[in-house]
């Protein structure tokens, strides 16, 4: 089976929770932006458990902090990236939408993760730059190279996605930088991310 392709452009091999949702006529992107990847299927695939609490997140932070709904977060995010973070992004390799704004946008939540807690640009930002489109060939070679440098730079720290949320939730904003980035990755794109 092929694994589905996400609404920003990744893919899993988690499908247990996917949601397909049919992409909505939008005359501005059929008509002004002419997105390629809306012609081939006109349905796709998110995570609803993580849209919900993203967005219970953004109505009442104090509600998301409560211990029940950390630990649906902890569970959705070792469950969403299959027990390896590092696998998953090897899995990126086999992706025909994936671009270097992707490979980029990985880079940027490993560095978070594992060195600095900073990111270079911000979650909101990332949200609307990260879309599928299809590469071309050539971008491919670079986009597999650069991911093989990523797994290869954190090999130590990846492996272990318990380990990997650990030092993720050490981090200055760890906890909602970990619910944002799983809304990019796994949750829907017609909804507009909060400022």
Known sequence: ????ILSSGYITNNTSNLVSKAISENIYIKYVLVKNYLNPANIYFYNEEI????????VNNSS?????NKLKVLKLAKELFNNDLLVWIQLQKTNPFITMTHVNFIEDTLEYIFTNGKRKIDNVTWSRVITPVLTNPESKINTSDNLDKLTTKYIDGGDNIAKTISLWLQRHNGYSDL???LYIIFGPKDK????
Request: glycine letters at 0%; a negative charge.
């Open 1 to 4: 089976m092929e694994a589905p």
């Open 192 to 195: 507009i991310f909060s400022v």
């Open 51 to 58: 849209e919900q609490l993203y967005k219970l997140m953004l």
């Open 179 to 181: 619910i944002s980035t």
């Open 64 to 68: 998301i902090n409560l211990i029940e």
